[in-house]
């Protein structure tokens, strides 16, 4: 069975910082790896993800991500973030095989200090 | 208009009151499912459907029910609500492939006095 840790509940950073967003997952088979992200009152909305290709992967909002099988990681970054970013980041799997339902991640806060 | 519709927004009732909240969605798609949002525990899956006729428990379904009146809706029933079930609560659909993404509606916060 899938699983997903992410390793930090919360990361405070300052603004125009880089940030770097930790996520593992464990499986037997292949995997699909995505990030959502959900700001404040809202529900949470894709991010980016990972299907096959290139191991990394960008978002429009200047996140990347980039795939490591021998790590089983999925680590989110940003060079330089803005308050606008302050949101929770959830990272999912998703096995190649069974019902598809994705497993999430306990979730990290993003804090974005001016 | 968003894809993912959920009302109410926001709830408060008694212990052991009976509360539905309810979930459309406007993708077109056959699965649809619900999750329970606790701060530091991420999201649990409670119930999913995979279609009209098809619905499964999820990880924490114990206290909780539902109901797929069609392709587009979705709703979860608390039959005795108790504190513990005081969350946010969201509603999600998705097309039937891993590579698929997840649609989230905006929540309802739930709280049980």
């Known amino acids: 069975a899938q699983s997903v840790t992410q390793l930090d509940s919360q990361v405070p950073v300052f603004e125009e910082a880089p940030v770097e967003l930790r996520c593992n997952y464990s499986?037997?088979?292949?995997?699909?790896l995505f990030w959502y992200v959900q700001y404040p009152n809202q529900g949470l909305q894709l991010l980016l993800k990972?299907?096959?290709?290139?191991?990394l992967v960008e978002s429009i909002n200047g996140f990347e991500a980039e795939f490591n099988k021998s790590q089983t990681s999925f680590h989110l970054r940003k060079p330089s973030v803005h308050i606008s970013d302050t949101a929770e980041y959830f990272c999912a799997v998703s096995e190649s095989g069974g019902s598809y339902i994705p497993t999430f991640g306990r979730g990290t806060s993003l804090i974005v200090h001016p | 208009d968003a894809d993912v519709t959920q009302t109410p927004r926001n709830r408060i009732t008694k212990t052991g009151k009976r509360i539905m909240l309810e979930c459309s969605q406007t993708k077109g798609h056959d699965r649809m499912y619900w999750y329970r949002q606790d701060p530091g525990l991420g999201l649990q899956l409670i119930y999913y459907?995979?279609?009209?006729?098809?619905?499964n428990k999820g990880e924490i379904s114990d206290g909780y029910s539902v109901s797929r009146q069609a392709q587009a809706k979705f709703s979860l029933s608390l039959e005795s609500a108790i504190p513990n079930q005081t969350a946010l609560y969201f509603c999600?659909?998705?097309?039937?492939?891993?590579?698929?993404?997840?649609?989230f509606g905006p929540g309802t916060r739930l709280t049980v006095l």
């Open positions: 999600a659909t998705s097309g039937p492939f891993a590579t698929d993404t997840q649609y």
């Open positions: 990972y299907l096959s290709g290139s191991t």
């Open positions: 499986s037997s088979v292949s995997v699909y």
């Open positions: 459907s995979f279609d009209v006729k098809d619905i």
